[in-house]
């Protein structure tokens, strides 16, 4: 079975920083496509950022100058380091994983969260002035 928990969510005020943590179980982090996800209430979920087989990273352009998107295979975790939080970036944030793809992340992944197989419950960013 795959399960993804995510860990490190909060409130932080803007400008501050934080990282998010996902650790994984049936599913090995560095062999499929694994990415983050974001949602307020009333809109739909939108992609941050992903990680490829090989590392390979991509990123929302309203993240990319800000945000990075790593994996420790040794621990099985993927991770969000989020640097200058804006208000915009507060949501509810959620991991998730493509086991259908061999590695790769669908080209419109960013818009395709049907596109992934398996999520976690979520955890909360709140960015406050």
């Known amino acids: 079975q795959v399960q993804l928990v995510e860990s490190g969510g909060g409130s932080v005020q803007t400008g501050g920083s934080l990282r998010l943590s996902c650790a994984a179980s049936?599913?090995?982090?560095?062999?499929?496509?694994m990415a983050w996800f974001r949602q307020t209430p009333g809109n739909e979920r939108e992609g941050v950022a992903a990680i490829e087989r090989g590392g390979f990273t991509k990123y929302a352009e309203s993240v990319r100058a800000r945000f990075t998107i790593s994996q420790d295979s040794a621990t099985n975790v993927l991770y969000l380091q989020m640097n200058n939080l804006q208000a915009d970036d507060t949501a509810m944030y959620y991991c998730?994983?493509?086991?259908?793809?061999?590695?790769?992340?669908?080209?419109?992944?960013?818009?395709?969260?049907?596109?992934?197989?398996?999520w976690g419950q979520g955890t909360q960013v709140t960015v406050s002035s």
């Open positions: 998730a994983t493509d086991k259908r793809s061999n590695g790769a992340c669908y080209s419109r992944w960013k818009s395709s969260p049907s596109t992934f197989d398996y």
């Open positions: 049936g599913v090995t982090v560095s062999t499929y496509c």
